[in-house]
Every structure is written in structure tokens, then in C-alpha cells.
Nanobody, 114 residues
């Protein structure tokens, strides 16, 4: 059984930074690790991804500001967020894809004030 536990969200002023963490409990193997976000009234959207082989993907809206990383020793997925904007306000979810099976964290709220 795989469980994902997120932390690191909070309230920050525009231009500030936050680092989200997602600890993976259980067998840490994956095809993809992802960070998604969902703002009120919006669909959940993919923010950043690492695919097997360390290939990364970023949504255009966060490119150059956000960085996804994996610490294999700590079995933790990070999302470093810099130059935050009010439109980054959302609940952020980490996601693990393992041979078609999907695992989700509980979500962590990020609020960026103007």
C-alpha cells in the first residue's frame, strides 16, 4: 500500500516562495510523479511532472518559477515555488503513477496574497 503525505502549504505574499513536500510511504517506485493544483471553480491541472529517466515537464504558467525534484533516500517529492502570484492560489496535490495505478496525497492549500 502506498500513501502520500503532503506538507508545506500556507499563506504567502506575491513574489514570495514556498516549498511543498510529499512523503511517499510504501514502495517508492513510479512511472511518473506529478504535482497538480485545483483552484475553486476550476478543474484540476497538471503543474509539474518527473517521468522515469528524470524527464521533467512544467505547465507554461509555472515554467521558470517552479521546480519539481525527487529525493530517493527520503522518498520525498518536492515542489519549489518561487515568484508566486495570486493566480497560483489553489490546493496542491502530489500524485504517483505506478504501472497505471494512481496514488494521491490529501492536498495542501497555497494562498498567495496580492
Amino acid at each position: 500500500q502506498v500513501q502520500l503525505v503532503e506538507s508545506g502549504g500556507g499563506l504567502v505574499q506575491a513574489g514570495g516562495s514556498l516549498r511543498l513536500s510529499c512523503v511517499v510511504h510504501g514502495n517508492f517506485v513510479y512511472n511518473d510523479v506529478n504535482w497538480y493544483r485545483q483552484a475553486p471553480g476550476n478543474q484540476r491541472e497538471l503543474v509539474a511532472r518527473i517521468r522515469t529517466g528524470d524527464r521533467t515537464y512544467y505547465a507554461d504558467s509555472v515554467k521558470g518559477r517552479f521546480t519539481i525534484a525527487v529525493d530517493y533516500e527520503k522518498t520525498t517529492i518536492y515542489l519549489e515555488m518561487n515568484s508566486l502570484k495570486p493566480e497560483d492560489t489553489a490546493v496542491y496535490y502530489c500524485n504517483l503513477v505506478v504501472f497505471g495505478a494512481q496514488y494521491w496525497g490529501q492536498g495542501t492549500q497555497v494562498t498567495v496574497s496580492s
